[in-house]
């Protein structure tokens, strides 16, 4: 079989099928690619001196992994003005921490909210106060950030990034998060403690909180499959880690099942990032939804999967893409030992196809750049399918 371009590959085993050889795409999303600049973070999360969207492809490039763009790339949405907020932020930088402080103000018919993100040098940015000090007090103010919908799309970052993508033969894709105490922990100080206390004192708000995301979301979604991506990721880091799994059937799972129908209606497949506990997660997904693939599928104790148990039980209606440890053998392991993980994880879940050999959520800032080649070649090398039978000679 003629190689494959990373396009190609990537998109044949996110539809469960069988490409030229098990696509290898580590996450290197943020931390390395920003290391790699020699900038100081805030310089890319901040102040745009180069987009992270560019520097990844770099990175990728560098390491000749298969491109997995949108790990670092939302869409580009453009929302309609409202004039019922006023948004004000302020940057300074302090030296005792060798850190940019960014304060942010959001005035609201029913108040003022503020907020403050810290980016070191060496770390992307971090929120350490955010704008709702108490959901049942705060929600009528915030509320107002969340009725505001898309409206289009930058086509002038959505061309450019495709063009690149497309000068390196890789797939074009764009993300999206989903609702959730996932996606609304980032909004409201005391996280996940304070969304389960709502939970249960003022159910209310979280409901309609829901439904503005769902209309929003399916707004964002019907604009991304009109600009004609290659594909769609649904991002929802920690989704089972930081909810329960009733929460997760009843805010996370039905915007899901909409939104992977509309892209599959479009013919344009789905891939999915939740990092930590996600083997549940995956049987949800399949049942409930028409997504093509899940991410990153963690190994104890960073997760909870079993690479070829949840091969066995839904690799037939789910493509699956992992899940070497970041930190035991990305981190501190020998390049050996991440040659050998690469492999186990490839007679794991690599057998007939529907598989990307990858690591878990976000690999370290100081993984050493000669772990990251050992396992790309690992997937070159050991990777290849006989496809006749979809098996991997290679690693008999």
């Known amino acids: 079989m003629p190689a494959m371009t990373s396009k190609q590959r990537f998109l044949t085993a996110m539809r469960g099928g069988t490409p030229d050889r098990v696509p290898v795409a580590p996450d290197t999303s943020n931390y390395i690619p920003a290391k790699r600049s020699k900038l100081p973070f805030w310089d890319i999360y901040f102040n745009g001196v180069t987009p992270l969207w560019k520097e990844y492809l770099k990175t990728i490039d560098y390491f000749g992994a298969d491109y997995w763009v949108n790990s670092c790339w939302y869409s580009p949405l453009v929302y309609e003005d409202s004039p019922h907020i006023t948004r004000t932020q302020k940057d300074h930088y302090d030296a005792a ?16 909210l503020t907020g403050q993100t810290v980016c070191l040098r060496a770390d992307p940015p971090t929120p350490v106060r955010k704008v709702m000090k108490d959901i049942a007090r705060d929600w009528k103010a915030f509320r107002w950030t969340q009725r505001v919908m898309p409206t ?3 086509t002038v970052e959505w061309n450019e990034v495709r063009q690149e993508c497309t000068k390196r033969n890789a797939a074009f894709g764009v993300s999206l998060g989903y609702p959730g105490f996932q996606q609304w922990l ?7 403690e304070a969304l389960s206390y709502a939970a249960i004192d003022c159910p209310e708000i979280l ?10 979301g399916t707004r964002g979604v019907e604009l991304i499959l009109a600009g004609k991506p290659d594909y769609v990721l649904f991002g929802g880091s920690g989704t089972l880690t930081l909810s329960s799994p009733q929460l997760v059937m009843k805010y996370c799972i039905p915007p899901l099942k909409k939104w992977t129908k509309m892209c599959k209606d479009a013919g344009v497949p789905t891939l999915l990032h939740s990092c930590g506990k996600s083997r549940l997660l995956v049987d949800m997904l399949a049942e409930h939804t028409d997504l093509n ?3 990153p599928l963690e190994v104890p104790t960073m997760g909870d999967v079993d690479l070829a148990e949840v091969k066995r039980a839904r690799g037939r209606q789910i493509g699956l893409m992992g899940n070497l440890h970041t930190v035991d053998v990305m981190l501190r392991g020998t390049p050996d030992l991440v040659r050998d993980k690469a492999k186990q994880a490839m007679r794991d879940a690599g057998i007939g196809g529907g598989f990307c050999l990858s690591t878990g959520d976000q690999c370290p800032r100081d993984t050493p750049d000669e772990n990251l080649f050992a396992l790309v070649q690992a997937a070159k090398e050991y990777g290849v399918y006989d496809q006749a039978t979809g098996q991997l000679p290679r690693l008999m």
């Open 152 to 154: 289009g799309i930058n």
């Open 97 to 112: 921490l060798d850190a940019m402080v960014r304060d942010e103000t959001l005035r609201t018919p029913d108040g003022e």
């Open 293 to 295: 693939m899940i991410n």
């Open 186 to 192: 980032w909004a409201a100080d005391g996280g996940i």
């Open 207 to 216: 409901d309609e909180w829901y439904d503005l995301n769902l209309a929003s």
